[in-house]
C-alpha cells in the first residue's frame, strides 16, 4: 500500500527509499525527535490502521507531522467481532488487509495461528521491550520475535456503589469469601438490589479465571493442552452456581441500557471490572455520580495480592505490509512515545503499559470527581503489577468464547449447572482443536 | 392506440424469436455473476475442509453426512417451525383482514392507514430490533414502568418461554402491513360491480368481500405464504440483533442461518458453514414443495 | 376503486364504519409506538434514555446536541453515510427494477427453449440463505478488486429474483397480447413494441419493483457489512451498528446510544418522504389488474 509509482522504479528512487525506510528507524529509536527527512509527496508511504478507539487520529495526525514523509489513515471497521470478521476475511482473501491494526490481547495466538503477524523485532531497537509491564510484553513476544507493540491494559479492581454499601451496612469485599457473604447479606437486606451482576461474559470469565489460576491453554506449535474444567474453574464455577442458587446476584445480559441503568440507580452495587471501564461509566451515568468507590479486587487467598487483567490491545502489523519498518515505527510511536502515551492516558482514558507512566505518581494520583475524588488510578496501577504474565489464550479463542456464551447462558437459564458447563466447554473445544488440525494433549 | 408503434426511429428489429434472449441477457448475466457462480463457489467450498493446521483438502460429502445429524442445526429447524406457526398465522390473518377492511371501505382515513401500516416496512432490520430491544427492556423498558406503574408484575420479554412471542412480535410489526399491501393490491384489482356494490349496506359489504372478493386471492395468498415459509426459515437478523438482550436464551446455534453465520465467521469452519446452508437451503425447498401439495390438494 | 359509492348509509353502516376504525386505530398505535420511542430517545442524554420513562420527552430536551453530534462525529462521517446508502439503493433499485421489468417481460409475453427451467431457477435462487453467498462474493470480489468499491454493494443488489416475479405476474395482466400483436401486425421490432407502448402500461409495475428494491437496498446490512473496510463507504445501517457496539466491548469506546437514535431517526424520515410521495404511483403499479379492469 505505498503511493511510490511502480514504473518509475530507477537506481535514484530506490535510494531515496532506503533513505525514507532509514530515516524511520532513527525515528524509532529518537522516539519524540522528529528526525525526518523532507519527502515529495509521490514518495510517501501510506499506512492504514484499522483502530476503534476514540480520537486515534488525533495521535496519527501528531506523528505525520513528525514524519512528514508517511500518510496514516485510520479507520474504524467496527470493535470487537465485526473488526475481527473483517480482518480474519482478508487473510483469507489474501488481498484488504490494513498495515496496522488494533488487537486485543486475547485475539493475538489467534491471528498468530493464522500466520498473519508480522514480527516486529527486526525494526525495533535492542532492549524495547524492557520499558513494557512485565506481563504485557509476554503476551505480545515469543522469545525473540515480537508480534505487535501493547498498547493499553485493563487491570482489574472492584468499583463499588459506596452509597448502597453504606445505607445497608455492607463491607467492602477483601476476599471472594466476603464478596459472597456481603452479596447474601445485601440480597436479604434489600431485596432487588444485588452486590454483582453475573452476566455471560467471556471475556470477563477469562479475565477473572485468570486471577484464580486458571490457565486453560498451553500451545506448542502444533500441540495444545486444554485444560478448561479443572478443578480451579470447577471451583470457581460453584462459587458462583451457590450465590445464583441464592438469588444473591441477579443474570441479566450485561452491556444492555438496562444493565447501565441498573448499576447507575444501584440496582448492582459493585462491578469486578477493568481500568477502561469507568470512561463509559462516566458518560452512561448520573445519579451515581459521585459515588463510585474503587478497592482491589477480591482475593482467593486472605491477604492475597493477586490480579488481573480484562481486555487491553496491542498494534499489530500485518506479515502482507509493504512498509514493515514504517508500521513498526508507527506501532512504537503510538505504543511509547510519551506524549502519545500521556495523551491517551489522560484524554482518552486508556490504562498505560509502560512502567514510567505507571510509577508516575502525579499520573496516577490524578482525583476523579465520578469518584468522589479519589484517585482511583493507583488502585489500578498497583492490579497491574500483580497480573501473572504466564495466561495463555487459545489460537481460536473465538470459538471458546462462543462455547462460555452458550453453554453458561444454558446454566443460567437453569439447564445443569455451571460446573457442567465448563465440561461441556471442554468436550466442544477439544472436539473443534482436533477438527482444526491440533495434537490435543 | 397502435399509430405510435409505426416506428419513427429506423432502429434494428429484433425478432420474436431473438427477443426473449435479449429481454433476459442483463438479468441472467447479473443472476449468473451474482447469484450461480458464487453458489457454486460455496457448494465447492462445502466440499472441502480448511483446517488451522494441516491446511486445506477435499472430503466429498463429509461435512453434509455430519450436517444431518447436528442437532444444533435441527434443534434450529424445529425452533423455526414452532416460530412459523405462531408468527405466520397472526401476520397473514391481520394482513389480510386489514386489506379486507380498507378495500370495503368501511373504515375512515383508508390513506393514512395504509401508509402507517406499511411504514415498518421501510425501517432496517437493525433498527426495528434495537428499538423493541429497548421497549421489550425488562426492568426499564417503557412496557415494564407502565406494568411497574399499574402494579402489575413486570412481563420479562427476554425469558425462555417468551422469545420466541417477542420476536414474532417484531417480525410481525416489520412485515404484516407488507403483505397488506399486497393483499390490497390484489382485492383492488378485482373489477367490481359497483351497482351491486352500492346497494349494500355495512354487513353485506363485508360478507361480500369475504364470499366473493377472498377467494378470488388466493393465489395471491399462496404466494405470500410461500414467500413467509422462506423468509421464516432463513431467519436471521432479528435473533441476531437481539442476542445481546437476551443472551441465556438466545445461542449461536439459535437459527440455521444464526449457525452458519457463527460457524463461518466465529468459528472459521467456512466449509461447514457452505454445507450447512446448502442443507437449509434443501429443507427451505422441501417445505415449500410441501406446501405448494398441500395447497394444490386443497384446491381441487 | 372500493365500494363507497353513493350508498344509503344505514345506521347500523355508521356504527360498524366506527368500531373498525376503532380497531385499526389501536394496530395504528401499534405501529408507530416503536417509532415515537426513537423520537422521544433522539431527545435524551444517555443517562436520560436509561433513567427516564421510554415514551415520553425528560425535561432535558437534547434533540439540538444529538443531532450535532451526529452530523460532527468523526468529521461528519454520517452525511457521507446516508449519502452512500442513498447512492448504493437509488443504483442498485434502478438498475434490478429495469432487469426485472426485462426478464419478467420476456417472462410474461415469449415462450422460448428453457423457459421454464430458467424461472424455476430464479425462483430457487430465493431459497439459498444469503450467508452462504456472501463469503463467496467477497473471495470473488477480493480478486478482481471490487472490495471495498460501490460496486461491491451494487452489483448483487441487482440481482432480484423477486422483482422478476412480480413483473411476470404484473405483465401478465396488464399488458394483453392484442397490443403486442397490433404492435407486430404494424411491423415493429419486438424492443419497439415494448419501448413504445407497453412501457407506458409498465410503469406502475416498474414503479413497485422499484421501491421494493429501493428498500431492500436501504435496508441491507449485511453484504456491505462484509465486503465495505473503509468507514467512507459504510452505508448508514453498518455505520449506526458499528456506532451501537462501541459502548458494548471494553477497550475504550465511546458511548453513543441517543446518537444512534437520532441516526435511525435521521436515516428512516428519507424512506418514509419518499412513501408519502410515491403512494399514489406505486400502489397503482401493485393493483395489477386495475389497469385491465
Known amino acids: 500500500m505505498t503511493n511510490q509509482k511502480s514504473n518509475g522504479a530507477g537506481f535514484s528512487r530506490m535510494n531515496r527509499r532506503q533513505l525514507l525506510q532509514g530515516s524511520a528507524a532513527l525515528g524509532a529509536a529518537a522516539a519524540a525527535g522528529g528526525v525526518a527527512l523532507p519527502a515529495r509527496a509521490e514518495d510517501k508511504v501510506k499506512l492504514t490502521v484499522w483502530a476503534w478507539t476514540p480520537r486515534t487520529q488525533e495521535m496519527a495526525d501528531l506523528y505525520m507531522k513528525k514524519n512528514p514523509n508517511v500518510d496514516v489513515v485510520v479507520e474504524n471497521v467496527g470493535q470487537g467481532a465485526p473488526h475481527y470478521v473483517k480482518l480474519r476475511n482478508a487473510i483469507t482473501a489474501g488481498t484488504g488487509l490494513p498495515d496496522v491494526a488494533l488487537i486485543e490481547f486475547n485475539s493475538i495466538p489467534s491471528f498468530r495461528a493464522l500466520n498473519a503477524l508480522a514480527d516486529l523485532s527486526p525494526n525495533l531497537p ?316 | 392506440m397502435t399509430r405510435s408503434l409505426a416506428g419513427h426511429r429506423p432502429r434494428v428489429i429484433i425478432g420474436k424469436k431473438i427477443a426473449p434472449y435479449v429481454l433476459l441477457l442483463p438479468f441472467v448475466l447479473v443472476f449468473v455473476a451474482f447469484l450461480i457462480v458464487p453458489m457454486i463457489y460455496a457448494f465447492n467450498l462445502s466440499l472441502h475442509k480448511t483446517a488451522l493446521v494441516g491446511g486445506t483438502r477435499f472430503v466429498g460429502f ?143 359489504a363485508f360478507t361480500y368481500a369475504v364470499r366473493v372478493k377472498l377467494p378470488m386471492i388466493v393465489p395471491m395468498i399462496i404466494v405470500t405464504i410461500m414467500f413467509s415459509i422462506i423468509g421464516t426459515l432463513q431467519l436471521f437478523s432479528e435473533p441476531y440483533l437481539i442476542t445481546n438482550l437476551a443472551r441465556s436464551v438466545i445461542n449461536s446455534h439459535f437459527t440455521p442461518n444464526y449457525y452458519a453465520y457463527t460457524l463461518a465467521f466465529t468459528a472459521q469452519q467456512y466449509n461447514y458453514s457452505a454445507a450447512i446452508s446448502f442443507v437449509l437451503g434443501a429443507v427451505v425447498a422441501v417445505f415449500s414443495y410441501a406446501f405448494m401439495l398441500a395447497s394444490n390438494r386443497g384446491a381441487r | 376503486m372500493g365500494i363507497v359509492g353513493n350508498t344509503v348509509r344505514s345506521a347500523r353502516f355508521r356504527l360498524s364504519r366506527w368500531v373498525l376504525t376503532a380497531i385499526l386505530c389501536i394496530y395504528l398505535v401499534y405501529t408507530l409506538i416503536p417509532i415515537f420511542y426513537v423520537v422521544t430517545a433522539s431527545t435524551k442524554t444517555n443517562a436520560d434514555l436509561f433513567g427516564t420513562f421510554g415514551l415520553w420527552f425528560s425535561d432535558d430536551f437534547h434533540l439540538r446536541e444529538n443531532l450535532v453530534d451526529l452530523f460532527t462525529m468523526q468529521d461528519g462521517i454520517f452525511l457521507r453515510w446516508l449519502g452512500n446508502t442513498f447512492f448504493y439503493a437509488l443504483t442498485s433499485a434502478i438498475g434490478a427494477a429495469f432487469f426485472a421489468l426485462l426478464a419478467g417481460y420476456a417472462f410474461a409475453k415469449y415462450d422460448f427453449a428453457g423457459k421454464r427451467l430458467l424461472f424455476a431457477l430464479v425462483l430457487g435462487a430465493v431459497m439459498i440463505p444469503q450467508t452462504a453467498l456472501v463469503i463467496p462474493l467477497y473471495l470473488l470480489f477480493s480478486k478482481v478488486g471490487l472490495l471495498n468499491t460501490p460496486l461491491a454493494v451494487i452489483l448483487p443488489s441487482l440481482v432480484f429474483p423477486p422483482g422478476v416475479f412480480l413483473m411476470r405476474v404484473y405483465v401478465e395482466e396488464a399488458v394483453s397480447d392484442e397490443i403486442i400483436d397490433a404492435g407486430r401486425v404494424d411491423g415493429a421490432g419486438e424492443l419497439h413494441i415494448l419501448s413504445g407502448l407497453t412501457f407506458r402500461l409498465l410503469m406502475p409495475g416498474f414503479a413497485t419493483v422499484f421501491i421494493l428494491a429501493f428498500v431492500a437496498a436501504w435496508n441491507n446490512y449485511f453484504l456491505p457489512l462484509v465486503v465495505m473496510s473503509t468507514s467512507d463507504q459504510f452505508p448508514v445501517t453498518v455505520g449506526l451498528a458499528i456506532w451501537y457496539a462501541s459502548a458494548t466491548t471494553g477497550s475504550g469506546g465511546n458511548l453513543l446510544f441517543t446518537v444512534v437514535m437520532a441516526g435511525s431517526l435521521v436515516s428512516i424520515l428519507p424512506v418514509i418522504l419518499a412513501f408519502l410521495i410515491m403512494q399514489r404511483f406505486w400502489q397503482g403499479g401493485l393493483s395489477a389488474g386495475s389497469v385491465k379492469a
Not at chain 1, 506449535?221 to 446476584?249: C, F, H, M, P
Request: net charge negative.
Open chain 1, 126 to 441: 535492542a532492549g524495547f521491550g524492557d520499558q513494557y509491564m512485565d506481563w504485557t510484553w509476554a503476551a505480545v513476544s515469543d522469545g525473540s520475535k515480537v508480534f505487535g507493540l501493547p498498547w493499553n491494559s485493563g487491570p482489574m479492581a472492584l468499583l463499588y456503589h459506596a452509597d448502597v454499601l453504606d445505607r445497608h451496612g455492607i463491607a467492602v469485599p477483601e476476599t471472594w469469601d466476603d464478596f459472597a457473604e456481603q452479596a447474601k447479606k445485601l440480597a436479604k437486606a434489600a431485596p432487588g438490589t444485588y452486590l454483582a451482576n453475573f452476566g455471560v461474559d467471556p471475556g470477563w470469565t477469562a479475565a477473572v479465571l485468570w486471577q484464580a489460576g486458571w490457565r486453560p491453554f498451553r500451545t506448542n506449535g502444533t500441540e495444545i493442552e486444554i485444560r478448561i474444567n479443572d478443578d480451579i474453574a470447577k471451583n470457581w464455577a460453584n462459587y458462583w452456581q451457590a450465590l445464583i442458587d441464592a438469588k444473591a446476584v441477579d443474570t441479566k445480559p450485561a452491556w444492555t441500557t438496562e444493565w447501565f441503568a441498573a448499576l447507575d440507580d444501584g440496582t448492582y452495587a459493585s462491578w469486578v471490572t477493568a481500568a477502561w471501564a469507568p470512561i463509559l461509566m462516566e458518560q452512561a451515568m448520573k445519579k451515581s455520580f459521585g459515588k463510585w468507590r474503587a478497592a482491589p479486587m477480591p482475593q482467593w487467598q486472605k491477604g492475597g495480592k493477586v490480579a488481573s487483567n480484562w481486555g487491553g490491545t496491542v498494534f499489530s502489523a500485518f506479515t502482507t505490509t509493504p512498509n514493515l519498518k514504517a508500521a513498526t515505527d508507527f506501532a512504537a510511536f503510538m505504543s511509547a512515545d510519551p506524549q502519545a502515551a500521556r495523551f491517551w492516558l489522560t484524554e482518552v482514558f486508556l490504562f498505560p503499559v509502560l512502567t514510567e507512566l505507571v510509577d508516575d505518581k502525579v499520573l496516577m494520583g490524578h482525583k476523579y470527581d465520578f469518584y468522589g475524588g479519589q484517585p482511583v488510578n493507583e488502585v489500578f496501577a498497583e492490579a497491574l503489577t500483580q497480573v501473572d504474565p504466564s495466561f495463555e489464550f487459545a489460537p481460536f479463542q473465538d470459538y471458546v468464547n462462543l462455547q462460555i456464551e452458550d453453554h453458561f447462558a444454558q446454566a443460567i437459564a437453569g439447564r445443569g449447572t455451571l460446573a457442567d458447563a465448563f465440561d461441556r466447554i471442554q468436550d466442544a473445544v477439544v472436539a473443534y482443536a482436533g477438527d482444526q488440525g491440533y495434537t490435543v494433549k
Open chain 2, 62 to 204: 463429509d461435512n453434509y453426512a455430519r450436517a444431518f445429524v447436528d442437532p444444533n442445526f435441527w434443534s434450529g429447524v424445529w425452533l423455526l417451525v414452532r416460530f412459523g406457526l405462531i408468527q405466520m398465522p397472526i401476520m397473514l390473518s391481520l394482513a389480510l383482514a386489514f386489506a379486507l377492511i380498507l378495500d370495503s371501505g368501511l373504515v375512515y382515513a383508508r390513506g393514512l392507514f395504509r401508509i402507517a401500516f406499511f411504514l415498518p416496512y421501510a425501517v432496517p432490520a437493525v433498527i426495528a430490533t434495537l428499538m423493541w430491544g429497548y421497549l421489550y427492556g425488562p426492568a426499564y423498558g417503557p412496557i415494564a414502568q407502565i406494568a411497574a406503574f399499574l402494579s402489575l408484575p413486570k412481563p420479562d420479554f427476554f425469558s425462555e418461554n417468551a422469545i420466541l412471542g417477542s420476536i414474532a412480535n417484531i417480525t410481525i410489526w416489520e412485515y404484516t402491513g407488507y403483505n397488506m399491501i399486497i393483499y390490497f393490491a390484489a382485492l383492488q384489482a378485482i373489477p367490481t360491480d359497483l351497482e351491486e356494490a352500492s346497494k349494500m349496506d355495512g354487513a353485506s
